[in-house]
């Protein structure tokens, strides 16, 4: 089955800096990437997700990259915001099988 | 529009009871599913339903039956609780397209099993 890697497992910025979160997958029928947000003791929110035809998306302050050919896939957020601090997972899917990274705790630093 | 609820919202078994979690949507969506999340593993998913009345075993099914009787409800039981099974239990959905169309998730069962 289809097996996905984030990193780092861990991140501490500075309030305004960027933050780069990476996750790679195994199953190259993975067509479906998206990315959640976990706030302590909530549910996991969706954030952005990305499409296996599409190398980039943009939404606001985040982004999410696609590298097919190398298996990996991206969240970028600028200009981060204590309220940006939580657990982000990643996830990769083919249909009615999703798998989750194991998360990034991200804390943003006033 | 309540959108995905849950309950019961915490728990605590003994060894060896017996327990059924009961998710529930408004969205009308097809597909529904259960995650199992354990500190430092992400979700990992147990079953899931692509219909009423159709059930299908995820990643990490042991231990665990579903039932689909209605559309809107997805049931989650344990026959024989074991410690090992003391996790936070999320329920999803999705709509038209199955796991390539964005999941809605409960707010969570949190169990303990002593």
């Known amino acids: 089955g289809e097996n996905v890697e984030q990193h780092p497992s861990t991140l501490s910025v500075q309030e305004g800096d960027s933050a780069v979160i990476k996750c790679t997958y195994s199953d190259s029928a993975s067509n479906y990437f998206p990315w959640y947000k976990q706030e302590l003791g909530k549910r996991p929110q969706l954030i952005i997700d990305?499409?296996?035809?599409?190398g980039e998306k943009k939404d606001q302050r985040i982004a999410v990259t696609l590298n097919k050919t190398a298996k990996h896939f991206s969240l970028h957020i600028t200009e981060t915001q204590p309220e940006d601090s939580a657990v982000y997972f990643c996830a990769a899917s083919i249909p009615l099988d999703m798998r989750f990274g194991a998360g990034t705790r991200l804390t943003v630093k006033p | 529009n309540a959108g995905v609820t849950q309950t019961p919202k915490f728990r605590v078994l003994k060894t060896g009871q017996s327990m059924t979690l009961l998710c529930a949507q408004d969205?009308?969506?097809?597909?529904m599913y259960w995650y199992r999340q354990d500190p430092g593993m992400g979700l990992r998913l147990i079953h899931y339903s692509v219909g009423e009345g159709t059930t299908a075993k995820g990643e990490v099914p042991d231990g665990y039956n579903v039932s689909r009787l209605k559309k809107q409800n997805f049931l989650l039981g344990l026959e024989s609780a074991a410690p090992s099974q003391t996790s936070v239990y999320f329920c999803?959905?999705?709509?038209?397209?199955?796991?390539?169309?964005?999941?809605?998730f409960g707010p969570g069962t949190r169990l303990t099993v002593l």
């Open positions: 969205m009308n969506h097809e597909y």
């Open positions: 990305i499409r296996s035809n599409v």
């Open positions: 999803a959905s999705t709509g038209l397209a199955g796991v390539t169309d964005t999941q809605y």
